[in-house]
């Protein structure tokens, strides 16, 4: 079966400082990641997503992640966190048998303090 | 280009009753899923649709229930609510419905049961 976890429940980082929210998952077959945010009140936004081809991907708003195949990992980072940055983060894959379903883990405040 | 829109974005209702939620996919997009977003259980997949077909379907009760109209605008109805039908219903739309596609989502509806 497949799953995403997030380890972390929430993540506080003062502003300026990198950040960096933890993703692992298990899927059979070659696994396609993805990134949303949500804000208060909001639905989700998307960040960036994992494909193919070079394990470092770039997204939005300065956003990035790293694809680890060995780890199973899909960590989303950020070099300088914005006050802004502030929202919950989710990591969710799907694999190539799930064309409309998306996984999702359960989740990761992140605060960024000024 | 429109984002996908959902309506109502609130609803309240009794016990019993039955729910109607709207979603209107990005113009040009074929496959549109839906999800339930609560506190405890996070966010779960409850189906997709592809050209008025169900093409996948989560782990929910027959009581949820879905269709896709010739134009990709979707509904979805729960009948006979209960209490923990409370939960935030997102709606997402992607373009060829396929595992590398990126699912856009909408605001999403608030149901309450009371």
């Known amino acids: 079966a497949q799953s995403v976890a997030q380890p972390e429940d929430q993540v506080n980082v003062a502003e300026g400082n990198p950040l960096t929210v933890k993703c692992t998952y298990s899927v059979s077959g070659n696994p396609y990641l993805f990134w949303y945010v949500q804000y208060p009140n909001r639905g989700l936004q998307f960040l960036l997503k994992?494909?193919?081809?070079?394990?470092l991907v770039k997204g939005s708003y300065g956003f990035e992640a790293e694809f680890n195949k060995s780890q199973t990992s899909f960590h989303l980072k950020k070099p300088s966190a914005l006050v802004s940055d502030s929202a919950l983060y989710f990591c969710?894959?799907?694999?190539?048998?799930?064309?409309?379903?998306?996984?999702f883990g359960q989740g990761t405040t992140l605060q960024v303090k000024p | 280009k429109a984002g996908v829109t959902q309506t109502p974005r609130y609803l309240i209702k009794t016990r019993g009753q039955q729910v109607t939620l709207s979603c209107s996919p990005i113009?040009?997009?074929?496959?549109v899923s839906w999800y339930q977003q609560t506190p405890g259980q996070g966010l779960q997949f409850l189906f997709e649709?592809?050209?008025?077909?169900?093409?996948n379907k989560g782990n929910f009760p027959g009581r949820f229930s879905g269709r896709q109209f010739s134009n990709s605008r979707s509904e979805m109805n729960v009948s006979t609510l209960e209490l923990g039908d409370s939960a935030l219903y997102l709606c997402?739309?992607?373009?060829?419905?396929?595992?590398?596609?990126?699912?856009?989502f909408g605001p999403g509806t608030r149901l309450t049961v009371l």
């Open positions: 969710a894959v799907k694999n190539a048998s799930n064309t409309g379903k998306l996984i």
């Open positions: 649709y592809f050209s008025e077909t169900q093409r």
């Open positions: 994992y494909i193919t081809g070079d394990n």
């Open positions: 113009s040009g997009h074929r496959s």
């Open positions: 997402a739309s992607s373009l060829r419905g396929t595992s590398t596609d990126t699912q856009y």
